[in-house]
């Protein structure tokens, strides 16, 4: 039955019968097209704790419809997706029989128009998503750009505008941002790709519940990047330096720069290795303090063959501020191993062990501290 009705869409959106009066090698004015879409988050992205753990026929999904309209031979490109978010935290929050009627906090909607003049590309992007909805929830955004390309470099340039509490729930504070991004670009093929980035950000509040105090603040950020890929690794190293104003404290200055550093290594055709490093440092000028938070991370992913593999994550984070008040740090990692049992035409069985630790240490409050460590075993049947 869904797909009849996606087949009806398609009819009463594809293009009418050519005119007489053009000749048969002659390009279509336009094109339509309806499509489907799907979004699953990867396995690492979910909870490891069982009291968290959902079924896997009911995994944190969105599914919806594309639709997309090319005009004069890709010249000018509209796009207008709807989405649905489904499954979650949410799976076992029954509704009442006979109740049809949808969910907008799940609801996503996107309006897209792109246009190409020569080496200029132009366009404008519009976003809406309810507070349910799986990716980039309770978040509304409009934005027009542009981008100009000459042999390997690449100017970008956009303004826009975002804001959360997208019902306008008078309980929760709305943050309106407002910004503006220039970019600049720079690739040739067996160099390393320079990336440098301005934006210029303000941040204010327009639903102040009673009792939160209203926020406004201006930031000017300034960001480098280098990337290189080889045939077996690649790496990205970026740095950032931002000031902010927080123009409720007259003013008041505050300066942070955040340095990362990202790799992808595969010395084995079934191996691929992912460390990360990054440290973020905040300084407060109206108050003199000073916030540390350094991190690491990696990642390996093993694939023996088509039955077996093996994933295994790490990571530690720290923050400590010098007046004392924060001193926190952080350590997990998990592991799975997995059996591909047994595969037919008809069925799929699948084996996995499960294990997770993670431990957060709060050196000011230690009561706050948190440990935890699970297992798991699942065995999936899935017919096809």
């Given at each position: ?55 896997e026929t009911e995994q944190p999904r969105a599914h919806g419809l594309l639709s997309s309209i090319n005009l004069l031979n890709g010249l000018l490109v509209t796009e207008a997706e709807m989405a649905k978010g489904e499954g979650g935290a949410t799976w076992l929050q ?115 519940p009673l009792g939160v105090a209203p926020q406004r603040n201006h930031t000017h950020t300034l960001e480098g990047a280098l990337a290189y890929a080889g045939t077996a690794w690649n790496a990205r190293l970026t740095s950032a330096y931002i000031l902010g104003s927080d123009l409720q404290r007259g003013g008041a200055e505050s300066t942070v720069r955040v340095q990362t550093l990202t790799a992808a290594i595969r010395p084995l055709n079934t191996l691929t290795i992912s460390p990360m ?108």
């Amino acid at each position: 039955m869904p797909d009849q009705t996606l087949a009806k869409w398609s009819a009463l959106f594809s293009d009418p019968t050519p005119q007489t009066d053009l000749s048969p090698t002659s390009p279509a004015l336009y094109q339509t097209s309806l499509t489907s879409t799907y979004f699953a988050p990867p396995p690492t992205v979910i909870p490891t704790r069982l009291q968290n753990l959902t079924p896997e026929t009911e995994q944190p999904r969105a599914h919806g419809l594309l639709s997309s309209i090319n005009l004069l031979n890709g010249l000018l490109v509209t796009e207008a997706e709807m989405a649905k978010g489904e499954g979650g935290a949410t799976w076992l929050q029954n509704k009442i029989p006979g109740d049809t009627r949808e969910d907008t906090a799940s609801q996503m909607l996107r309006l897209g128009i792109t246009g190409t003049a020569g080496s200029v590309r132009y366009g404008a992007l519009y976003r809406s998503a309810g507070q349910a909805f799986l990716n980039g929830p309770d978040l509304a955004m409009r934005e027009v750009w542009g981008e100009w390309k000459s042999g390997q470099t690449t100017l970008r340039s956009a303004i826009g505008q975002q804001w959360n509490n997208v019902t306008g729930d008078t309980t929760r504070m709305r943050l309106g941002q407002t910004y503006g991004r220039l970019g600049l670009a720079w690739k040739s093929p067996g160099l390393p790709e320079l990336m440098l980035t301005y934006s210029n950000t303000g941040i204010s509040s327009s639903v102040e519940p009673l009792g939160v105090a209203p926020q406004r603040n201006h930031t000017h950020t300034l960001e480098g990047a280098l990337a290189y890929a080889g045939t077996a690794w690649n790496a990205r190293l970026t740095s950032a330096y931002i000031l902010g104003s927080d123009l409720q404290r007259g003013g008041a200055e505050s300066t942070v720069r955040v340095q990362t550093l990202t790799a992808a290594i595969r010395p084995l055709n079934t191996l691929t290795i992912s460390p990360m490093l990054g440290y973020r440092e905040e300084i407060q000028d109206w108050s003199g303090t000073r916030i540390d938070s350094p991190s690491a991370s990696v990642a390996m992913q093993y694939r023996h063959n088509q039955c077996v593999w093996l994933s295994a994550t790490g990571n530690y984070a720290s923050t400590r501020s010098n007046d004392g008040l924060i001193d926190t740090q952080q350590i997990g990692g998990k592991g799975i191993l997995a059996w591909d049992l047994q595969r037919s035409r008809a069925w799929a069985t699948l084996l996995s062990l499960e294990a997770g630790y993670n431990r957060l240490t709060n050196n000011v409050s230690p009561s706050a501290g948190v440990k935890d460590i699970s297992g798991l075993v699942k065995l999936i049947l899935a017919a096809y």
